[in-house]
């Protein structure tokens, strides 16, 4: 599977953006996806995830304020991730990952499949 993602800007204190990330193929390969961050210096933070049950975790510093779904088109798979309430701190690059199976959702070490990033900027 090959992910692009796309979505990413600069935005205002308290803006909204959308993040989508397609899927190449809609197989075993997407059953795990994913959206993690990476601001400069900073490890790799998993932020929303969601399994082959469709169900969604979210990490602490960004529930109530963002949004996943995930969706099927034509033979493909959309994630989308609406993010509301952004702060200088959602500052970072975003990246989509996929995986077959995987045991903790919001850990980058268990995805093998990664997109390229989209960066998203949040002014203060």
């Known amino acids: 599977a090959k992910l692009v993602e796309s979505g990413g800007g600069l935005v205002q204190s308290g803006g909204s953006l959308k993040l989508s990330c397609v899927a190449s193929d809609f197989t075993f390969h997407t059953n795990f996806m994913a959206w993690f961050r990476q601001a400069p210096g900073k490890e790799r933070e998993g932020i929303a995830a969601i399994g082959s049950d469709n169900v969604i975790v979210y990490a602490e510093s960004v529930k109530g304020r963002f949004t996943l779904s995930r969706h099927r088109v034509d033979r493909k798979r959309l994630l989308t991730l609406r993010m509301n309430g952004l702060v200088p701190e959602d500052t970072a690059t975003y990246y989509c990952?996929?995986?077959?199976?995987?045991?903790?959702?919001?850990?980058?070490?268990?995805?093998?499949?990664w997109g390229l990033g989209t960066p998203v900027t949040v002014a203060s």
């Open positions: 990952a996929a995986d077959v199976l995987i045991r903790d959702p919001l850990s980058p070490n268990e995805y093998t499949i």
